[in-house]
């Protein structure tokens, strides 16, 4: 077991629905603590960058689309084994297929409008702490 970081976002979706609030509250609740945190209108390149590794994907541009149709909360997650514990309270990336009890589940209305975003893997996490919050230390193996 290894303390990380892990990026997370709180899409517009789930900002829009004023959930911010519960939503950290399930990161608190499960060992994971706000270490960064600052939220952002994305600009069309931000997002483009962010999700550049789905460019060639057919939902990429929806993807973009919705990513900047509203304000994004993004946070940096640390606690043991953060990046894994992150995804399994995000639950599956489409709502109907997330278990019970999940962020997504619970929050998110479908495969585009899911909530939240966490990093999958140390090396993309590295990649995505450091994209929003350029200078910050990742140690993640
Ligand atoms: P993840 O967010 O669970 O890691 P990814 O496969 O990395 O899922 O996809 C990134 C985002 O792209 C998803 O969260 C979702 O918003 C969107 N997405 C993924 N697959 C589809 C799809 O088949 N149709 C529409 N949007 C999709
Ligand atoms: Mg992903």
Partial sequence: MAVERTLSIIKPDA????VIGKIYSRFESNGLKVVASKMKQLSRADAEGFYAVHRERPFFKDLVDFMISGPVMIQVLEGESAIAKNRELMGATDPKKAEKGTIRADFAESID????HGSDAPETAKVEVSYFFPGMEVYNR
Avoid: D, F, Y
């Fill in 15 to 18: 900002v829009a629905k004023n």
């Fill in 113 to 116: 409008a899911n909530a939240v």
